[in-house]
């Protein structure tokens, strides 16, 4: 069973300060997945990343993937109060079929 | 274009009783999967439907079931219900490779 490792589980800053969420296995991933998630609705996609090394940025946002391909992590830059929610991220290890392994999910809280 | 559509989006059922959710997956998608969350377990996948073939199942009891029609919809079915089957139940369908989720809203299931 591939289990995926995220940390922090809840993260509480005050706007304009940076953060980083990680995501550990220790499996090698085929691909993974970032989400974020409000109360009451489903995880909402944020970025995919496939290839080891891989950088994207959406916005404010940066998603590494590991050059292993075993661990990421996603970095705000000046969080704002719009930021808060769940951050999860999943994986998948090239079974067959669409199958998601999520981590334990960030909780962000950013105060104005 | 319209995103994936579960019904209902509120369910309060009775230990004992069945119950059955529905999902209308993104035009297009042949790829549909179930995930249970809950406060203690998180996000955990229950099973995906391609072509209306069941591709994958995760480590649920036999009490979880689903099917997908010819049209993609799918079902899925939990009889004799438990409390700790009170959950947000997700469906998300899926397309290309790698596959990318669009999740519906969830139905939250109570269990009194």
């Known amino acids: 069973t591939q289990l995926l490792e995220q940390s922090p589980q809840f993260l509480s800053i005050q706007e304009g300060e940076n953060l980083t969420v990680y995501c550990n296995s220790s499996?090698?991933?085929?691909?993974l997945q970032w989400y974020r998630q409000e109360p009451g609705e489903g995880p909402v996609l944020l970025v995919t990343?496939?290839?080891?090394?891989e950088v994207k940025k959406l916005k404010r946002l940066t998603f590494q993937f590991g050059d292993a391909r075993k661990d990421s992590s996603l970095h705000i830059t000046a969080a704002q109060p719009g930021d808060t929610g769940l951050y999860l991220c999943a994986g998948e290890w090239g079974t067959s079929g669409s199958r998601l392994t999520f981590g334990e999910g960030t909780q962000l809280t950013v105060n104005p | 274009k319209a995103g994936v559509t579960q019904t209902p989006r509120y369910l309060i059922k009775t230990r004992g009783q069945q119950v059955t959710l529905s999902c209308s997956p993104i035009?297009?998608?042949?790829?549909v999967s179930w995930y249970q969350q809950t406060p203690g377990q998180g996000l955990q996948f229950l099973f995906e439907y391609f072509s209306e073939t069941q591709r994958n199942k995760g480590n649920f009891p036999g009490r979880f079931s689903g099917r997908q029609f010819s049209n993609s919809r799918s079902e899925m079915n939990v009889s004799t219900l438990e409390l700790g089957d009170s959950a947000l139940y997700l469906c998300?369908?899926?397309?290309?490779?790698?596959?990318?989720?669009?999740f519906g809203s969830g139905t939250r299931l109570t269990v009194v």
């Open positions: 499996s090698v991933f085929s691909s």
């Open positions: 998300a369908s899926s397309f290309g490779l790698p596959p990318g989720y669009t």
């Open positions: 990343v496939v290839t080891g090394g």
């Open positions: 035009s297009g998608h042949r790829s």
